[in-house]
């Protein structure tokens, strides 16, 4: 069962589209925009949903909006892996303790493509050993608005492909999705038994998400 319920949090409004399923725990993620998406057992309260919605909202809103994207190369700040940077022009592209010297557009996509690259590739190859994964993915950046990650499993090949817009969340933000992809290695489907490794991996998953 599926409902759509509107919520409105520090002055701004949000779509808060609930799916309802035989499930033991709340979970919540962010959509598109001023959307978040909740799956939640049925029978859940409506003050529980949108107690979660607050504590997700007061803690990840400011940095998955869009003014959080590349378009920050107009303004004067970036922030990555949650921690924000002064843009400074220059000659050269990169990254001190406190500042983020580029040369244009392109060139801050090129840096964050190869930083987000790296950092996806450490959590990664380090869960896959936690997790007891074999045959380690391939990893892939690109920078995609509708979606945080993909796995894809081959015959030949396994590949996640992560959105480089997740480089300027925080880092535990960032583990959960890496951690959300790997366990689609044993579980294709959202069900139960997906959640129930998440928790396993990640006890605080659902606050996480």
Known sequence: ?????????????????ITYKYARCIYARFGKE???KVTAPYRTSKSKIFDLVTRLLEKYSKKISKSFQIKL???????????K???????????????????????????????AYNV???LTRNYEEKMNIKKP????????KSKHGVNRIKENEKRITY??????????????IVVHELCH????????GFYFLLNSILPDAKIRN
């Open 120 to 122: 996806f590739l450490k």
């Open 85 to 115: 940077y002064t843009l400074i022009k220059s000659n050269k592209t990169k990254l001190t303790d406190s500042f983020f010297y580029f040369r244009d557009k392109n060139s801050i996509k090129k840096y964050l493509k190869k930083f």
């Open 185 to 192: 290695e044993f579980h294709r489907d959202h069900k139960k």
């Open 1 to 17: 069962m599926k409902k759509e319920e509107f919520f409105s949090y520090k002055g701004k409004d949000y779509v808060v589209q």
């Open 163 to 176: 959105s480089g817009y997740l480089i300027h969340l925080d880092l535990d933000v960032i583990e959960f």
């Open 34 to 36: 001023n959307i978040v």
């Open 137 to 144: 993915y391939k990893i892939q950046i690109r920078f995609m």
């Open 73 to 83: 190369v107009d303004e004067n700040y970036i922030y990555l892996l949650g921690k």
